[in-house]
Each structure stands twice: as C-alpha cells, then as structure tokens.
C-alpha cells in the first residue's frame, strides 16, 4: 500500500509535518493568483468572479469579495449562495472552510483551520544528533459557518469550530468552540449571549 502524501493526510486531519515543499509549492502557485486577483479593483466584478472561481473550490451565485483577500490554498474554501467577504478577510484553509449561503463576513475576519500539538515534545521534529528543531507539525480541521449568519469585524474563528444558522458573531470575538444556530454571540473565548430569533 502507499503511503499517503502530505496533502492527503492534511486534508484527512492527522499530523503533517513542516516544512514539505510540496506544500508549499502548491501555496505558492495558489499566492500567484491570489496577487493577480488582489490588484484587480472591486468594480471589476467580471474579471474579479472569474479568478475567484478557478481559485477557490465553490464560489456561488451572487458571491461578492470586497478589496483584498489572503489564504494558503484557496481551493479548500467554499462560498455558497450570495456570500460577502469584505475587506482583508484571512483563510490558512489547510482544511476546508465552508461558508452558508447569504452570510455575512466583516473585514479582517480570520478563518484558521490550522493548530499545532500544545507539547513542545510533539510540536517540532528533533535532529538526533544535536537536538535541534527541524521542522514542526501542524494539524488542520475544517470550519464551517451556516447560512444567513455575521461574522463580525476581526473576529476569529479556530480550527473545527462550526457557527450555525441564523447566528451572529460579535466584532473581535474569538470563536474557540462551536455556536449553535439563532443565537447572538460574542466575547473571547465567545459565548452565546442571547437568542436570535
């Protein structure tokens, strides 16, 4: 049997470690389009959708992305119907992030799928010899965000969290475990604060 590639393994979200240049091989060809698509202004809606189609893995109808945006991959990222990304928003998208349908995203929304282990022992690879960090290991676990919903500006969202239906995030929150659908929620770690009926 084969042993699965690094890719392969990230996607399934075991261990994988850092640096694999065929990883980042794949970010760089991905940071490629990405700049094209950056220096394209807002009112070039045309051209805009059409770079962001063949970069990410679903983009869907009605989907607008204002200013910049950054990721690693980009094709792990799906959009549905009428999704707004506005300014800056980030995806390290070692995994997938999934954003429902007519959400809303603030600027400077972070989406990070990627976490390392918390022991030093288990974080990085060791030289035999002399003890030397050569590298690390990161693991990645998808994101989701349900439809209808706002992420508020700046908040972050950690790796495998999920955020229901009709719910909304507060500016600056920091999304450490999952939010359950209709309700407002906010703070750092965020909580639910009140239903969203």
Known sequence: MNEAS???RMLRGEKVFSPDWDLIGMQMAAQAKLAEFNALPTDRVEERMALLKQMLGKVGEGCMVLGSMSF????????????????????????????GDFTLVAPRVQFLTATHPTLASERFAFDEATGIPTGGYTINKTITVGSWSWI????IL?????????????????????????????GNPCRVIRPNA
Do not use: Q
């Open 152 to 155: 508020g500006a700046g908040a």
């Open 6 to 8: 690094s890719y392969e």
């Open 72 to 99: 690693e991959y980009g094709s792990h990222i799906e959009l549905g119907t009428g999704v707004l990304l506005n300014f800056e928003c980030m995806f390290l998208d070692g995994a997938k992030v999934i954003i």
């Open 158 to 186: 950690m790796p495998g969290v999920t955020v229901g239906d009709h719910t909304v995030i507060g500016a600056g929150s920091v999304v450490t475990k999952d939010i359950p659908s209709h309700v407002v929620a906010a």
